[in-house]
């Protein structure tokens, strides 16, 4: 059953005679006919500056995400993570909320500072290392899959500050350092790593555009104060594949065999479409999605940045060596999908584009839109990077299936954002259900044809700090007031009602 959206003013009873009738609908219907695989995770996920808080308790180190929303102007709202939601304290009841929501899993990123407040040229904070070990205990034992990932966009600011982080190859050794002591600490529990979280928006915002940490780039592609929006990008990226691939050595040599877990990357995962029906905007289409998603993919899985990144950088990128070549092939057991959006995209080679981003040699020379001779693809949000298209769901997994072989997947980030209006009905997500519901039909869709999907969360667990957006975006499935509470949206309740239909298996562990 999809919901619809109904106006603004609808009343209580009509909301909760459609929840009454879906949840009878869910029990008749039984769980005899669920399309999804058994051990599949159904699961909500986070972020660990976007959630923890806490920011410089029990021994925990500057992040260069701290370093940044200290500085005046660099949030829309002012706000910081110091506090953010607070999970570093209130996660037993954040995992009561996971719980009654009958979700059997949990995606959320452990904080590097906390770990190495100075990474390998300080000592291990074991208050941090206690902290995700209560954490991690807690969720199982209400029956909650952790999946973990390493490095969610922060990082200890020391390393910036003493070499410059992912522009130096001494990052590689770092992360695969802090790796290690995760796996070694954890790793008994957690039986499913992710590396980063999008990588590539990382490297496009940090080290290209220059509106994120740590903020550099070209002037004429933004207001920094020193970069390189052509070279750097592909020298901090090529650091990133390395440290991933270190980090998965470690893993498999030392941890694998005996704790028995999976390890991947997560990206994020545009889809992208031909704004026409000709030859040059067909090809600006290859070089969209080489230039965002097969970035790093390519080298992770067959040794090899795309031949279209090839052809147009040449010696701007970064060469790998045969024994990386080696480490590199193959180097992941899944594939991280975040989704929300789908584009069309023109060609800038052959016609002449309006300046922004894509348009540039060294971003593929393309223009992506969200409309097409006036004619939105799929309902628009106040947001340029944020359409629904729940179709784009589909596309890209059936994308990545046929492109990777089939590798395992996991649907990492999927969601629907709002603007904040204390005075609008925040609980009565019609919208944001009608997202998801979407979405979800068309992964439905994807994994019926074949695509190998093991797991779906929906971002957020809680509405949170979204990074320079800061409060004023709400992504949650339950809404948080500025005493921290927590209150239930409409999307909780119809996740629930989803997950109770398809949930089949009550013990998981990595196939």
């Known amino acids: ?263 991947g990357i997560v990206l994020h995962s545009n889809w992208f479409e031909p704004f026409s029906n000709s030859t040059a905007d067909k090809f600006a289409t290859h070089r969209a999605h080489a230039f965002d998603m097969n970035w790093f993919l390519d080298p992770i899985i067959f040794g090899k940045y795309p031949t279209e990144m090839e052809s147009i950088l040449g010696t701007i990128l970064p060469k790998f060596s045969s024994n990386e070549k080696l480490k590199l092939r193959g180097g992941l057991d899944f594939i991280g999908i975040n989704h929300y959006s789908s584009y069309y995209v023109q060609d800038c080679i052959l016609s002449v584009c309006e300046p922004g981003r894509g348009v540039s040699r060294t971003e593929g020379s393309y223009k992506k839109t969200a409309e097409k001779n006036g004619v939105p693809m799929g309902e628009l949000t106040p947001f340029e990077w944020l359409n629904v298209y729940p179709q784009g769901m589909k596309k890209i997994v059936t994308y990545v299936k046929n492109r990777y072989n089939n590798t395992p997947m996991y649907i990492t980030e999927n969601g629907y954002g709002s603007l904040y209006d204390p005075e609008e009905e925040y609980l009565h997500d019609l919208k944001r259900i009608n997202y998801l519901s979407g979405h979800l039909d068309n992964l439905v869709a994807a994994i019926r044809e074949g695509a190998d999907v093991r797991g779906y969360f929906a971002w957020s667990l809680l509405d949170n700090f979204e990074w320079r957006y800061g409060f004023i975006v709400r992504f949650g499935l339950h809404h948080v007031d500025d005493t921290l509470k927590r209150t239930p949206k409409l999307s909780a309740i119809w996740y629930k009602n989803f997950i109770a239909k398809h949930k089949n298996q009550e013990l998981y562990a990595p196939t």
């Not at 209580?12 to 999804?36: C, N, Q, R």
């Not at 005046?72 to 607070?86: K, M």
């Not at 992360?175 to 995760?182: E, G, R, S, T």
């Not at 999008?198 to 970069?227: D, H, K, V, W």
Request: hydrophobic content about 35%; glycine content about 8%; proline content about 4%.
């Open 1 to 263: 059953m999809k919901f619809c959206i109904f106006e603004k003013g609808v009343s209580m009873k009509v909301l909760l005679f459609l929840l009454t009738s879906y949840a009878l609908k869910v029990i008749s219907e039984g769980l005899d006919e669920s399309p999804f695989p058994t051990n599949f995770l159904f699961g909500t996920a986070s972020s660990s500056y976007q959630y923890e808080g806490a920011y410089l308790s029990d021994g925990k180190g500057m992040s260069n995400w701290d370093f940044y929303t200290h500085k005046p102007g660099s949030v829309y709202d002012g706000n910081t993570g110091d506090v953010a939601v607070d999970q570093y304290h209130l996660y037993r009841e954040d995992i009561d909320l996971m719980k009654a929501m009958n979700v059997n899993s949990y995606r959320f990123s452990i904080s590097w500072a906390r770990i190495l407040p100075k990474g390998r040229f300080g000592d291990v904070n074991f208050a941090g290392i206690n902290h995700y070990n209560t954490f991690i205990d807690a969720l199982l034992l209400k029956g909650i899959v952790p999946f973990v990932t390493l490095s969610h966009f922060d990082f200890p600011q020391e390393l910036e500050d003493r070499y410059g982080a992912w522009l130096s190859p001494q990052s590689q050794e770092d992360f695969q350092f802090y790796a290690d002591i995760c796996f070694k600490s954890f790793g008994d529990r957690v039986k499913y790593w992710t590396t980063f979280n999008e990588p590539n928006l990382q490297i496009s915002y940090g080290y290209r555009a220059g509106i994120l940490p740590p903020c550099r780039c070209s002037s004429t592609f933004g207001n920094c104060s020193e970069g390189d929006s052509e070279k750097e990008p592909f020298v901090a990226a090529h650091n990133i594949i390395l440290s991933h691939a270190a980090a998965v050595d470690t893993y498999r040599t030392k941890y694998q065999t005996e704790q028995g877990g999976k390890i």
